[in-house]
């Protein structure tokens, strides 16, 4: 064979190759926050183009990889949007961008509704009039049930919030249905359990492990709203992450992301005194209104359409998040 087809070849199989991995591009809202600073890692470790696209209300520039694009906005600002739209000519939406934080939603609903539904109204429509191929939602699992009276709870389970923000998560998805039957537009909505990992932020973003591990390097102890024997289903960052990628493919859908395993904040406590080696204090405080009880998910859709399944345990995941917290502490 000579050099000339030799070439010719390597670029027959370069060209097969490019063809069998789509590389695909994403406009990824709320890229610099916790959750989706790893979706953009890892859409970024399969060779897509990566547009993030965030206000920093409570991301930080620092968590945006070298390779992704950047644009500071805000999902309520639909000219501004649009210029993001035009600009990058996204095939995908990612959207994590949202006000998170239970608390705040049930204190004030207004500016939850705003930046939730408002916000991903705007980029619904956006999606429509550039002809997006897919749109991924960030909803949530921990919220939108309510209080069940069997768990696992599947996807059929009655949708029963007890915050503003769990509803807001479920009119959203209501939308999606709505955009897809009117428009076509293929979607898939991700029910978050509590995510957790590291560079979880404990000041802007919810997370009671991100929480735990900065009081207890302040020296502070940890804070337990309520009897601590309430549970949740605790899934790690990078296996959110993962479902993610795998949602790029999927057919339109709402799949639980969890670990179908319950875990109490009295057990997160014992934890964290065994990782650390420290004997911190714990405070009992008055429960907080809006939250559940008990929650975890069961996952078996997501493993049947997706093939997704968790594979980071919690004691694993909860010690590499304590020694992230612990070695970059400061």
Same mark, same amino acid.
């Given at each position: 064979?000579?050099?000339?087809?030799?070439?010719?070849?390597?670029?027959?199989?370069?060209?097969?190759?490019?063809?069998?991995?789509?590389?695909?591009?994403?406009?990824?809202?709320?890229?610099?926050?916790?959750?989706?600073?790893?979706?953009?890692?890892?859409?970024?470790?399969?060779?897509?183009?990566?547009?993030?696209?965030?206000?920093?209300?409570?991301?930080?520039v620092?968590?945006?990889?070298?390779?992704?694009?950047?644009?500071?906005?805000?999902?309520?600002?639909?000219?501004?949007?649009?210029?993001?739209?035009?600009?990058?000519?996204?095939?995908?939406?990612?959207h994590?961008?949202?006000?998170?934080?239970?608390?705040?939603?049930?204190?004030?609903?207004?500016?939850?509704?705003?930046?939730?539904?408002?916000?991903? *109204?705007?980029?619904?429509?956006?999606?429509?009039?550039?002809?997006?191929?897919?749109?991924?939602?960030?909803?949530?699992?921990?919220?939108?049930?309510?209080?069940?009276?069997? *768990?696992?709870?599947?996807?059929?389970?009655?949708?029963?919030?007890?915050?503003?923000?769990?509803?807001?998560?479920?009119?959203?998805?209501?939308?999606?249905?709505?955009?897809?039957?009117?428009?076509?537009?293929?979607?898939?909505?991700l029910?978050?359990?509590?995510?957790?990992?590291?560079?979880?932020?404990?000041?802007?973003?919810?997370?009671?492990?991100?929480?735990f591990?900065?009081?207890?390097?302040?020296?502070?102890?940890?804070?337990?709203?309520?009897?601590?024997?309430?549970?949740?289903?605790?899934?790690?960052?990078?296996?959110v992450?993962?479902?993610?990628?795998?949602?790029?493919?999927?057919?339109?859908?709402?799949?639980?992301?969890?670990t179908?395993?319950?875990?109490?904040?009295?057990?997160?406590?014992?934890?964290?005194?065994d990782?650390?080696?420290?004997d911190?204090?714990?405070?009992?405080?008055?429960?907080?209104?809006?939250?559940?009880?008990?929650?975890?998910?069961?996952?078996?859709?997501?493993?049947?359409?997706?093939?997704?399944?968790?594979?980071?345990?919690f004691?694993?995941?909860?010690?590499?998040?304590?020694?992230?917290?612990?070695?970059?502490?400061?």
């Amino acid at each position: 064979m000579t050099k000339i087809h030799t070439l010719i070849f390597l670029k027959y199989i370069i060209n097969y190759i490019s063809e069998l991995v789509q590389i695909m591009r994403i406009l990824l809202t709320g890229g610099a926050g916790f959750i989706g600073s790893w979706v953009a890692e890892n859409y970024l470790k399969e060779k897509h183009e990566v547009l993030i696209y965030d206000n920093l209300s409570s991301g930080t520039v620092k968590n945006i990889p070298q390779d992704a694009e950047f644009i500071e906005g805000d999902i309520r600002d639909y000219c501004m949007l649009e210029e993001a739209f035009k600009k990058f000519r996204p095939e995908v939406i990612n959207h994590h961008a949202a006000q998170i934080n239970v608390r705040v939603s049930v204190d004030d609903p207004v500016v939850d509704a705003e930046t939730n539904i408002l916000g991903s *109204i705007n980029l619904l429509q956006l999606s429509v009039k550039y002809n997006i191929s897919k749109f991924i939602f960030a909803s949530t699992g921990g919220a939108i049930y309510g209080e069940p009276s069997i *768990i696992p709870v599947d996807e059929l389970t009655d949708k029963q919030p007890l915050s503003p923000y769990g509803t807001s998560k479920l009119c959203v998805e209501n939308y999606l249905n709505y955009y897809n039957k009117i428009y076509n537009l293929d979607f898939t909505a991700l029910r978050y359990s509590n995510v957790y990992g590291e560079r979880q932020n404990p000041h802007g973003e919810a997370g009671v492990v991100a929480i735990f591990c900065t009081n207890i390097l302040n020296g502070t102890g940890c804070k337990v709203f309520g009897s601590g024997e309430q549970t949740r289903d605790y899934v790690h960052c990078n296996d959110v992450a993962r479902a993610n990628v795998l949602s790029l493919n999927s057919v339109s859908g709402i799949y639980n992301i969890g670990t179908s395993v319950s875990t109490s904040v009295n057990d997160i406590v014992t934890k964290l005194k065994d990782f650390s080696g420290i004997d911190f204090k714990s405070e009992h405080l008055p429960a907080i209104s809006g939250e559940v009880n008990h929650i975890s998910l069961d996952n078996k859709l997501a493993g049947k359409v997706l093939g997704w399944s968790p594979l980071i345990s919690f004691d694993s995941g909860l010690k590499r998040t304590w020694n992230w917290f612990n070695n970059n502490s400061s």
